[in-house]
């Protein structure tokens, strides 16, 4: 995998672990955030937590099957994605508006993007 890929996946990754963190196993979770977020190798984890390095491989692709399954199923990622896309271009339309009509919307905006 490429690094260009690998940061997609990273980011995917995360992004899915922000929205069903909570739903995976202990274990899953403890994995995921050594190797995605703190950037642990597969050798560091697996020496961790006393357990093959393919264990430690294992459970990550197991967990990043869930994320996906959980994302496939519920959305909500792909959701906060469209709301923060078009909160982006409303904020864009807002700009180019006359001074006096930009203040009300642009509360609007921040209260849409505060909901977030």
Known sequence: MNGE???EKTNRINALFD???PLLTDKQQTFLKCYFHDDYTLGEIAADFRISRQAV???L???E???EEYEAKLGLAARHSRLNAGIE???EQIAGLPAEWRQPLARTAALLRSAE
């Open 5 to 7: 890929n690998a940061l």
């Open 19 to 21: 929205f069903y963190g």
């Open 57 to 59: 491989y294992e459970h």
């Open 61 to 63: 692709k197991r967990a």
């Open 65 to 67: 099957q869930v994320l």
């Open 89 to 91: 271009l409303l904020e």
